[in-house]
């Protein structure tokens, strides 16, 4: 079975970066969509960002200009670079893969869930 594993989260100061990693076992799927969901306490959940098998890429309009994903070369990992940090940005993160969807479209995940995430990892931001 799929396994989901992220990595990255930190304590860090309003203005400054963090990476995240998510690392991927047991998946042997041709296509594949790789969510980024976080979650405040109290607040619902909000995907963030997404990747696709095929590249395509997709942001959240509260990150936008901020945060990048990207895949290591093996396409093994995948990454979440989070740039400008703001205090807004304090959350629990998850990863979440949806298997087999041909288009990752951001706006699909608004409604969405995946049924398989991993853990999390908890990104905290001081102003």
């Known amino acids: 079975q799929v396994r989901l594993m992220e990595s990255g989260g930190g304590s860090v100061q309003a203005g400054g970066s963090l990476r995240l990693s998510c690392a991927a076992s047991g998946y042997t799927h041709n296509a594949y969509c790789m969510v980024w969901f976080r979650q405040s306490s109290g607040q619902e959940r909000e995907a963030v960002a997404v990747?696709?098998?095929?590249?395509?890429?997709g942001y959240a309009n509260s990150v936008k200009g901020r945060f990048t994903a990207s895949k290591d070369n093996g396409e093994d990992t995948v990454h979440l670079q989070m740039d400008n940090l703001k205090p807004e940005d304090t959350a629990m993160y998850y990863c979440?893969?949806?298997?087999?969807?041909?288009?990752?479209?951001?706006?699909?995940?608004?409604?969405?869930?995946?049924?398989?995430w991993g853990q999390g990892t908890q990104v905290t931001v001081s102003s």
């Open positions: 979440a893969i949806d298997i087999g969807r041909r288009r990752c479209l951001m706006s699909t995940y608004d409604t969405y869930a995946p049924g398989v």
């Open positions: 990747i696709g098998s095929d590249g395509t890429r």
